[in-house]
């Protein structure tokens, strides 16, 4: 190995660790002046990181009774959001925007294969639509926690055909690429393994023994006096770290941390859960968890399926599947709809109820609501849409906002907001090359 083939630009890697060579002599000038900002996603040293959260439910919701007036803490809100009224003043109510590709198929699979990327769909049944905007940010800032993204569901995938489309597009939100749904977890267990099976986390290892393999070749390609340096380098970076763990264990505030270190609430009993009550709390709850211990900061949880099977005995509301109840808009379709929208209220009293520094959980998190049509008539022309939190204090709480007479009312400016307030800034997403200013 030749000194001359290593260059200022090379970097220390360890698993979830880079770190910078110092200058030596040894090492090739380069003339980039590019500035140096922190990664994607890393939060300043006092700050809560931002967490995004994507929930999903299939076949939109009852006609009249999605809906919301005024602003702020005095906005009211259709039957269906009344789960979510209490966090009203920190909720960003939005309507109009649509999915221009996704108005092609007008039929379930269709309408949901593309719901977060804007890609066009492959019909046939071949599989092919688009990376979506959760893998798109959890890709580029994922190295910073133990699981770049956690996928779950609380229905099984469906993999046969349904008017010319792939049943996978209706059982998946969540691609990693244009040809590869991302796996979905729908077991409580697995999902919970997930985030605790491997006990160590990458920020607990010391970033030197991290990245000693990589400076030890180093040290192979450069000068004897500039071995020197590099070992004068790490041992300054590992006196730091001793010095920032004797603090934290003397109570000193540090920067941030996660408010647990280790799980709160017992492993759940393997299998799949038959009551779905049980089952999506359980899912639920893993996505708190997942976020207050910092093992990721980009989760979707996929209520059901579009078009799917789920029944409701629970709510005395079973004699008819979750698609089939979605044509009636019974009074039976709205308690199924407010059993959805209690999950998002159980998830953002929990998050709330976790203190960070001068915010919550909430405050430091957007969860956003979706489906891939307005009502169950595969009405994909208006999108539902609700978000909560405020992305650590980026976004403005108490809006109503209407883009229905808009002709820039793509569903991808609201991701590129989205992503925006996740450190991933990107140019064009989907169909859409501008952010909406509100959000």
């Known amino acids: 190995m030749n000194s001359k083939n290593l260059s200022r630009r090379r970097v220390l890697r360890g698993l979830g660790v880079s770190m910078a060579l110092p200058w030596m002599e040894s090492t090739t000038a380069w003339g980039d002046k590019t500035a140096h900002h922190k990664p994607s996603g890393n939060p300043s040293d006092n700050a809560a990181p931002v967490r995004m959260a994507v929930l999903f439910s299939g076949c939109g919701y009852h006609s009249r009774e999605w809906w919301a007036r005024g602003s702020g803490a005095e906005m009211e809100v259709g039957k269906v959001l009344k789960p979510i009224e209490p966090f009203r003043d ?103 393994d997930q985030l605790f099976k491997d006990a160590a986390s990458r920020g607990d290892q010391s970033v030197i023994d991290a990245i000693l393999q990589d400076a030890s070749d180093v040290r192979y390609r450069i000068s004897h006096s500039d071995r020197q340096k590099l070992d004068e380098y790490l041992s300054s970076v590992r006196e730091v770290e001793k010095r920032i763990e004797r603090a934290g264990q003397q109570g000193e505030l540090q920067g941030w941390r996660p408010t647990l270190s280790e799980p709160n609430l017992p492993r759940p009993a393997d299998g799949y ?53 979605s044509h009636t808009d019974s009074e039976d379709w709205l308690k199924v709809n407010q059993f959805f929208l209690e999950q998002v209220g159980y998830i953002a009293k929990r998050l709330d109820s976790i203190q960070e520094g001068e915010r919550t959980a909430l405050d430091n998190s957007m969860i956003m609501l979706c489906s891939s049509m307005l009502t169950g008539n595969h009405d994909a022309t208006r999108l539902p849409v609700v978000m909560l939190g405020s992305a650590g204090g980026q976004i403005k709480g108490g809006q109503n906002l209407d883009y ?18 996740m450190g991933v800034k990107l140019s064009q997403f989907g169909d859409a090359t501008e952010r909406l200013p509100e959000v």
């Open 273 to 325: 859960p038959q009551d779905i009550v049980e089952h999506m709390r359980l899912m639920c709850d893993i996505l708190v968890l997942a976020f207050q211990t910092d093992t990721t900061r980009v989760c979707t949880l996929k209520l059901n399926n579009d078009h799917g099977t789920l029944r409701f005995p629970h709510l005395g509301v079973d004699y008819m599947i979750h698609h089939l109840l």
């Open 90 to 192: 920190r909720m960003v109510f939005i309507n109009g925007l649509h999915n221009a590709e996704a108005l092609k198929g007008n039929i379930h699979s269709s309408q949901t294969g593309n719901l977060l990327s804007g890609s066009p769909l492959s019909a046939g049944g071949t599989i092919r639509s688009g990376t979506s905007m959760d893998q798109i940010v959890a890709q580029r800032i994922g190295r910073h926690t133990k699981l770049p993204s956690l996928v779950l569901g609380c229905e099984k995938a469906n993999p046969s055909v349904h008017k010319n489309y792939s049943m996978l597009y209706s059982s998946h939100i969540s691609w990693s690429s244009p040809t590869s749904p991302t796996p979905l977890e729908v077991y409580p267990a697995l999902a919970f």
């Open 404 to 421: 229905s007479g808009e002709s820039n009312r793509q569903m991808c400016r609201l991701y590129l907001s989205m992503m925006d307030k």
